[in-house]
């Protein structure tokens, strides 16, 4: 794959600006950077492209290949992706989809900025037009004309051929979406020449990153030009696009996007319950919790500006019918989605007590204070757990009618007696016993088999009697908010936060917690830093910190180091 | 939802007054319980095949060739007519479609002119039993059933003695009768639901005055994850008045039964477009599993129930083998209430129906500004409730309902 590289110098701009005093200063500690990558677009990201170019009634046919997880997110996986022949067969179809419906008779008067002289032949003028408008946006900088002459040469070819130019036009632009220039997310380094000797990503790559950390997207036309001007190589000119972007609603999408990625949404693609002991499960509950937790989340992070740690433990939420007939609750909204806020007493609150996540890591038939431990400490504190061993003996924790085990914790204390196990199931269990108030399909309960459930217990040195305690508990972990820094960056930068950005990320959690850990101004203070485009150079760049966490007498491998 | 945070707001002040009086007025532990109804079906009592000493009604095939004879086709004739039964209508399969359609005068539709044909003859219930209501206070009338549970006698249901020998009206509980499922399924997915809600409840085993609403509510039921009405979800009522029934009635013994009143429920409009009741009552036992579980008995249009299943003619007549002019005879045969005043035909029948309800929250929106909202269950400390007279703790609970629904 020959991937075009570019450079775009504009040091006379940032030399301006910052002489004029109109940039901030980065007070936070240098950082070596990391390395460029080439990310796959995932699913969600080719979607909202093609709404945000084409319109949203334009339908994205067919399948895509699965992404990959790694270091906790997608957004690093996708940096290790590729597109196997099956898959590029996927993303023909889906292109060529997508490519005949944009030039029908529907659209074209909408998004073809011309009209052929004849529409049954050529007209290489109207086609460079919409080409070098469409790539643009699709390749997020402007073609180059080697580009743009070849998608025109094939767009004529294909209409003389044809005898329709419109058909010659869907030819060329599907050709375009199966481009690795589309369907990658390529970044491309420059010599920074404010740092001599070091490299941060070119405006173009620079805008990329920005758009798909804030939006979830290309970036648009607006940030596409002040890329163009070199705006985003000044302090003020990247702040200024910054700002204007979080104060979007489309933020919104780009927090949706994040947090789906970091809480593992794409599990409940293969996630079912079983139905004789669930019956309230199905697809659209897997559908509308995830719905619920990610509206939980932008009302209270984004609308509200609220505080990070407090997805642990608001009240406020939002409810449909469908939801409502598993939570237990009225709701009045006939259709769609309604705020509920939960009494000080329920034992639901925070996004841990949600069917999404309560859900999604549970067994088909039966909770898991296991799983549901090990996602809380993997997915909130950036703790590798490691797998279990390969001879573990499980039939006693399967056994969920076992007359001397009435409950988890009963079967899971027996369980741990196993000394191959107790070290890990010591970090897990606790936590996820703390949720066993609620079965793998979210519902609650007070008994197992009739005895009754037991919550209280203990998290990293934090005691708590019931669920209400462990939220608390949960909330003021200095972990929490750590590990959520971590991730917010390496989201953004697609690789895992390197060794040499340790003291970078540490500096920017006491920003985050003096600034009562509000998580736009940590995506302001990350889009507007030096450390997010800055490019490591060969023989810098350092791996991923492995170090460890005294946790409760139980060293952690942790993923960031602190 | 901005129509109803304003209505919301509007009735928040009276809301709450009606709360502060109805707190300290009503017995404290007073609950008002919702249900959305998950079956009903023609009630039947499956004795076995000794309720129908003259047999079971024979199937479609056997009463076509009947009456392929009757009209005059030879034997070879009538057998080759229905050599590919069922056939299709208009088909060369389908030519015996349109003889049975007219099989009365051959030129009426005979199953909307039933008369055309001398009556076949039904095959009617001749057991003992039934379930139902004693609907006329007579015990010992020749066609009183005597309760197969309690040994009430002076039951009356004639519905069931006319329907109870054709085949797709029987099976052996806790099965469904194949024609009153195949009615249920099409109800259920067709119509908006149908609401129960139970207020005044002091003791879910003895109560002595409860209100027993039902109403057809504004949305479908929805289905959970094996097909069944899915339970706990909310249902909005429809302000169309002719939908509301209030009853009053007790409990007893965990029994709840009501006082006889018309009960009018709107249904599906292609199927069964409503049911009138006369004279009817509920009774329904609070089962442990928060369901309700009974009947529904009362008098009705005997004709109405005929063209429920004629209206389809031999689309239903063949597959469900209820042959249509001898039901026409036999319900009217049968009728036993509501004389006509010219001809002493009785324009009624008594009937039982099959009544299972499960729990769910009940909205009302149309009543003064005021919001109701009915729990399926008795409401758990979490779980929020409100209920206009429920005491002081359904006060503060009411006052978190209201508050959660105005919140945005």
């Known amino acids: ?562 | 939802m901005t129509w109803l945070r304003n209505t919301l707001r509007l009735g928040v002040a009276s809301a709450l007054a009606a709360l502060i009086v109805g707190a300290f007025a009503n017995n404290a532990s007073a609950e008002t319980r919702g249900y959305v109804v998950s079956w009903f079906g023609v009630s039947t009592y499956f004795g076995g095949d000794s309720d129908c000493p003259d047999g079971l009604n024979p199937m479609s095939t056997e009463f076509y060739h009947r009456e392929l004879i009757k009209l005059g086709y030879s034997e070879a004739d009538a057998t080759r007519l229905l050599k590919d039964f069922p056939g299709n209508p208009g088909m060369p399969d389908g030519e015996y479609i349109k003889i049975m359609m007219t099989r009365g005068d051959k030129k009426h539709n005979v199953y909307a002119f039933p008369e055309t044909e001398v009556d076949p003859g039904l095959r009617e219930i001749k057991g003992k039993f039934a379930y139902g209501f004693n609907l006329d206070g007579k015990v010992d009338s020749p066609i009183s059933f005597i309760d197969p549970d309690t040994g009430e006698k002076g039951v009356k249901n004639q519905l069931y003695r006319t329907l109870g020998c054709v085949r797709s009206f029987r099976a052996p509980p806790p099965a469904h009768p194949t024609l009153a499922q195949a009615q249920w399924d099409v109800l259920r997915d067709q119509m908006p639901a149908w609401v129960i809600e139970i207020s005044g409840i002091t003791d879910s085993q003895n109560s002595d005055n409860v209100q027993v609403e039902i109403h057809r509510a504004t949305d479908h039921v929805t289905r959970d994850a094996n097909g069944n009405v899915r339970p706990d979800m909310s249902f909005t009522t429809d302000p169309d008045p002719r939908s509301h029934n209030v009853l009053h009635g007790h409990i007893k013994d965990g029994v709840l039964v009501t006082d006889e009143a018309d009960i009018h429920l709107l249904a599906d409009p292609f199927l069964q477009p409503e049911y009138r009741f006369t004279h009817a009552r509920l009774k329904l036992r609070l089962e442990p599993d928060g369901s309700l579980k009974g009947i529904l008995g009362g008098y009705h249009d005997w004709y109405a129930l005929y063209w429920s299943y004629a209206s389809s003619g031999w689309v239903e007549e063949h597959s469900t083998s209820l042959d249509m002019p001898a039901l026409w005879y036999a319900l009217r045969r049968n009728a036993d209430a509501d004389p006509d005043p010219k001809t002493g035909q009785n324009k009624s029948i008594s009937t039982a129906y099959e009544v299972e309800a499960i729990p769910a929250f009940i909205i009302h929106t149309e009543e003064k500004n005021d919001k109701k909202v009915s729990d399926a269950r008795k409401a758990p400390a979490t779980r929020l409730q409100a209920n206009m007279g429920g005491g002081l703790i359904g006060l503060l609970k009411s006052l978190a309902v209201l508050r959660s629904l105005a919140w945005q």
């Open chain 1, 1 to 562: 794959m020959a991937m075009t590289r570019r450079i775009t110098k504009i040091f006379g701009v940032t030399a301006l600006l910052v002489l004029g005093g109109c940039g901030a200063k980065d007070d936070a500690p240098a950082t070596k950077g990391g390395p460029v990558s080439l990310r796959r677009l995932t699913e969600p990201e080719y979607r909202q492209i093609v709404a945000d170019v084409f319109g949203t009634t334009i339908k994205v046919p067919g399948r895509f290949e699965p992404d990959i997880r790694e270091n906790g997110l997608i957004a690093v996986g996708t940096a290790r992706e590729s597109v196997a022949g099956a898959g590029f067969e996927q993303y023909d179809l889906t292109a060529r989809g997508i490519a005949d419906q944009v030039v029908d008779e529907t659209h074209r008067t909408s998004l073809i900025p011309c009209k052929p002289a004849l529409a049954s032949a050529r007209d290489d003028s109207c086609a460079a037009q919409f080409l070098s408008r469409a790539g643009r946006l699709l390749y997020r900088r402007p073609m180059t004309e080697g580009e743009l002459s070849t998608q025109v040469k094939d767009a004529g070819d294909s209409a003389d051929k044809l005898g329709d130019f419109y058909a010659g036009l869907s030819n060329s632009l599907a050709g375009m979406l199966v481009s690795p220039q589309f369907l990658f997310r390529e970044e491309v380094a420059e010599a920074d020449p404010d740092a001599v000797g070091q490299k941060r990503l070119d405006a173009y790559s620079k805008a990329e990153r920005l758009s798909f950390f804030l939006w979830d997207s290309a970036p648009d036309t607006a940030l596409l030009d002040a890329a163009q001007k070199g705006e985003l190589e000044s302090d003020s000119g990247l702040r200024r696009q910054v700002d204007r972007m979080i104060a979007s609603p489309r933020l919104s999408a780009g927090v949706r996007a994040f947090f789906s990625d970091m809480l593992g949404f794409d599990g409940f693609a293969a996630l079912a319950k079983d139905p004789q002991i669930y019956p309230k499960y199905n697809s659209e509950v897997s559908a509308d919790a995830q719905e619920q937790t990610l509206r939980t989340l932008t009302d209270l992070l984004v609308t509200h500006d609220g505080d990070y740690r407090d997805i642990f433990t608001t009240r406020k939420t939002f409810l449909n019918r469908l939801l409502g007939s598993i939570y237990g609750v009225p709701v009045a909204a006939r259709t769609g989605w309604e705020p509920h806020e939960y009494p000080p007493n329920d034992p639901r609150a925070g996004i841990l007590m949600q069917i999404s996540f309560l859900s999604l890591h549970s067994h088909p038939g039966r909770s898991s204070p296991t799983i549901r431990g090990k996602a809380l400490r993997e997915i909130f504190l950036c703790q590798k757990v490691p797998d279990p061993p390969g001879n573990v003996n499980f039939n006693l924790v399967n056994d969920t009618k076992n007359p001397a085990f009435h409950t988890a914790r009963s079967r899971l204390t027996a369980h741990i007696t196993q000394d191959s196990c107790a070290g890990c199931h010591r970090i897990m269990d606790p936590v996820g016993l703390a949720m066993e108030n609620f079965d793998s399909a979210g519902g609650f309960r007070t008994t197992e088999n009739d005895a009754p459930i037991i919550t209280s217990g203990e998290i990293d040195g934090a005691t708590f009697d019931d669920a209400s305690g462990f939220v608390r508990a949960v909330h003021d972990l200095p972990a929490a908010p750590l590990c959520f820094v971590n991730r917010l960056y390496s989201y953004g930068a697609g690789r895992p936060a390197a060794k040499g950005e340790a003291e970078w990320l540490n500096f920017q959690e006491k920003q985050f917690a003096s600034t009562g850990y509000k998580v736009p101004e940590l995506m302001r203070r990350i889009a507007t830093s030096k450390a997010f485009y800055r490019v490591s150079t060969p023989g810098t760049e350092a791996g991923q910190p492995n170090t460890k966490l005294s946790l409760a007498g139980t060293a952690i491998p942790t993923e960031t180091g602190k």
